[in-house]
Nanobody, 124 residues
């Protein structure tokens, strides 16, 4: 299974910013849209944002709209999630989903590839 790799997580104070990165192999990155998700312990994986393969279409969950920005660098096979005005409720493991097969962008079942995740902790 093609592997995606997330990075960039860490500890940040409330109100702070953080940028996550996700790289993927050509077969995943250049063909499909990709999404960012997060999961806190005991909760379902939540879709945050999605970007199409050509970067022309983007979606955001209401919970992050206006605070998070998704982007992609096709030369580096990398997508980013710029997170600002972080809150303690944003604390979670953040995952990148690749190999989107169509349908609802925030449906985890529509993705073929997942990374190991990167932990984001928002705390003072």
């Amino acid at each position: 299974q093609a592997q995606v790799v997330e990075s960039g997580g860490g500890l940040v104070q409330p109100g702070g910013s953080l940028t996550l990165s996700c790289t993927a192999p050509d077969i995943v990155f250049k063909t499909y849209g990709m999404g960012w998700f997060r999961q806190d312990s005991g909760k379902e994986r939540e879709g945050l944002s999605w970007v199409s393969a050509d970067g022309g279409t983007k979606f955001y969950a209401d919970s992050v709209k206006g605070r998070f920005t998704i982007s992609r660098d096709n030369a580096k096979n990398t997508i980013y999630l710029q997170m600002t005005t972080l809150k303690p409720d944003d604390t979670a493991m953040y995952y990148c989903g690749g190999g989107f097969s169509g349908g609802r962008w925030n449906d985890v079942r529509r993705y073929k590839s997942w990374g190991q995740g990167t932990q984001v902790t928002v705390s003072s």
